[in-house]
């Protein structure tokens, strides 16, 4: 590998070197017992929860994505999860607040967990890894603003989908089953 490419590697595994397993089960284990959940994230961070949200849909797990037309009302017994890697987004705080309001439950994947985002979830699963707030100085990431944030957040959601497979005893054949034909 060239020296960029490595470093970037380097710098993706030291976040999840410093990633507390124990939060990462309890957060599995909340996404495992709601009834549905609901998910987030703004800018390149929605794009990652997406994908999570795809793969816990191959799970056969009741899921939708804030901004879809067939998102359905949240309430008790359901889960919004929502990252907000800087701690502060302002449709972030709105949309928990919402949720906050209905009865859900809201779990935030952050970099910043003294952000008002975190602040005011019910569970806070902490990604330490360098965002847009923190992405100036003399001792900065390689890769720009929040890029290591959200790669951090693609390798995350594949170890708790590995993680919610096993709890949920879902098969990979079932996962595949559940894959779209329409492609």
């Known amino acids: 590998m060239t020296t960029l490419y490595r470093q970037a590697f380097e710098e993706l595994g030291a976040v999840l070197d410093r990633l507390d397993d124990a939060a990462v089960d309890r957060a599995v284990a909340t996404i495992a017992s709601a009834r549905q959940v609901v998910v987030f994230g703004g800018g390149r961070e929605g794009l990652q929860i997406r994908g999570f949200a795809m793969r816990l849909f191959h799970l056969g797990h009741s899921v939708s994505v804030v901004g879809d037309m067939t998102t359905p009302a949240i309430g008790a017994g359901d889960l919004f999860l929502v990252t907000c890697g800087p701690g502060e987004i302002s449709t972030a705080v709105a949309l928990v607040g919402v949720a906050k309001q209905a009865g ?64 949920l005893d879902v098969s990979a054949e079932t996962m595949r089953s559940n894959h779209t034909n329409l492609e």
Do not use: N, Y
């Open 104 to 167: 859900a439950t809201v779990l935030v994947i952050t970099a910043q967990p003294d952000g008002r985002v975190p602040r005011m979830a019910d569970e806070v699963l902490v990604l330490p890894a360098q965002t847009m707030a923190d992405d100036q100085g003399p001792s900065v990431s390689l890769l720009p603003m929040g890029s290591v944030f959200e790669g951090g957040l693609f390798l995350l959601f594949e170890i708790m989908i590995l993680k919610l497979k096993d709890a």
